[in-house]
């Protein structure tokens, strides 16, 4: 396909990375902001080939992973409710709350559908007049805009039985928050190319400038990755800290104005907590009071939810870039995507699934093993 | 979940009031919302996310970035060829 397949090119990939090895001169931690990076990383083990200096850590960017298990629990109380036709991007459906999983509700005769685009909620609204459909609206600012654009078309064209249970979260804050850890290891970030497709990319520049960070905003292929590593190390390696932009294809420095007037008057800016990280200051979206009606959250009473976290699991740890999936003792044991025990298992970009689903698991079992036996 | 793909515009509609375009992503056509991307032309290539278009792609730009890096891989090639033989005769480039 035009604009991926060159991008995937081995000939230019062992260019950018015999050019890193050049320049590299002493060891470097860089995160990659979102989790398809991460997946498409372990994906083309793009880390095995770059050279030792350079160690990739797993950012917080999955929004799958760092939806709370309250907001989960809410999902599935108010998915239960018989009047409900509850929908949601089919990557939520494995996600487990305290008790069972979308999937498993859907098994059980819940109506929980799966849908490609927020809009095609509308037209399940108009079809079923007497039901209240309810759109799972999670994601960063990359989604903000398809959801934005469901809740304006539903109050424009009068669809009053379609409502959204709002988790969205925000890249910038979650950066700041990573930086600002007394335990941070960052010294680079390749930014969520598709995120800044729609914001743009100036709100990172204070970022960078604050934190002396270098931030190149990286795209998803694995040209992409290696590029945008290798502008990002040619910073470090020249003590510089600025933006830059390796994916100008779709990225400019203003975004998409016409989402983000659209986003901005549907959603309004406020706290949310992150599963596996905590409460974030101003890191999430809810909707706007002008918007009400279509609030799932308020539309629907759900009573306090209290949940427990499994005490083994490292999550949090892995999204801020402090450990790594195979440093966790319950990592391919008693933590399986099947069986997930926290944010970064639970979703195939969470850093913990893209490790597992490549086979690290068995890599880190052998050399536990090999190290046994030396000892 | 921020996944996001190029496809080419096919044909532009209005649907109920909303921007929509047929789009082709490598053989397989599906509607896509335009409304983010007025400036869209039938034969454009589009980044889509969860049905919506959120940027044209930048032919110029993409071009300008992989002619970066076809040099880079011609680069490589010449070095490579060195490194094989000195004594070769320097390979007609492709």
């Known amino acids: ?375 | 979940m921020c996944l996001a793909i190029p496809g080419q515009v096919l044909e532009i509609q209005e649907l109920e009031g909303v921007k929509m375009g047929r789009t082709n992503f490598g053989g397989i056509v599906k509607r896509v919302c335009l409304e983010y991307t007025p400036e869209v032309q039938v034969g454009d290539y589009v980044l889509v996310h969860v049905g919506f278009a959120l940027s044209k792609v930048d032919e110029a730009e993409a071009i300008r970035t992989y002619k970066i890096l076809e040099e880079m891989q011609q680069l490589s090639e010449l070095e490579v060829a060195e490194v094989e033989s000195s004594a070769e005769t320097k390979r007609s480039s492709p």
């Open chain 1, 1 to 375: 396909m035009k604009y991926l397949d060159e991008y995937r090119n081995e000939t230019v990939a062992q260019k950018l990375v015999q050019e890193i090895r050049r320049l590299v001169t002493q060891p470097w931690v860089i995160m990659e902001v979102c989790g398809g990076q991460t997946h498409s990383i372990v994906k083309y083990g793009l880390d095995y080939l770059l050279p030792p200096e350079i160690e990739l850590v797993h950012g917080p960017g999955c929004p799958v992973c760092v939806t709370s298990l309250e907001m989960i629990d809410k999902a599935h109380a108010i998915a239960r409710k018989p009047e409900v036709i509850f929908c949601s991007f089919g990557d939520m459906l494995r996600v487990p709350g305290s008790e069972v999983d979308l999937l498993i509700l859907k098994s059980r005769g819940t109506d929980v559908r799966i849908v490609y685009s927020p809009i095609d909620c509308l037209k399940i609204a108009k079809a079923n007049p007497n039901k209240k459909v309810v759109f799972f609206a999670i994601g960063f600012e990359t989604t903000a805009p398809a959801n934005a654009m469901s809740v304006w078309l539903a109050k424009e064209q009068g669809i009053k039985n379609f409502s959204i249970l709002v988790s969205h979260v925000l890249v910038p804050p979650s950066m700041a928050a990573i930086l600002q850890s007394p335990m941070n290891r960052v010294q680079g970030f390749l930014g969520p190319g598709h995120v800044c497709t729609v914001m743009g990319y100036r709100e990172y520049e204070p970022i960078s400038a604050r934190y002396q960070v270098p931030i190149v905003i990286t795209g998803f292929e694995p040209i992409d990755l290696l590029e945008g590593t290798l502008m990002t190390v040619r910073q470090l390696e020249a003590g510089k800290a600025e933006v830059e932009n390796q994916y100008p294809r779709v990225v400019n420095r203003e975004g998409n104005r016409v989402a983000q007037d659209l986003v901005n008057k549907v959603f309004e800016v406020c706290d949310r907590k992150w599963r596996g990280v905590g409460s974030i200051p101003k890191s999430g979206y809810k909707l706007r009071y002008e918007f009400r009606d279509h609030d799932a959250e308020r539309l629907f009473e759900v009573e306090e939810i209290d949940t427990q976290e499994s005490s083994l699991c490292i999550s949090g740890m892995v999204l801020k870039g402090i450990k790594k999936p195979h440093d966790c003792p319950a990592f391919g044991k008693e933590c399986t995507p099947d069986h997930p025990l926290g944010a970064t298992m639970v979703s195939a970009e969470g850093a913990c699934a893209a490790y597992y689903a490549y086979g690290r698991h068995l890599q880190a079992q052998k050399k536990q093993k090999e190290f046994a036996i030396a000892a």
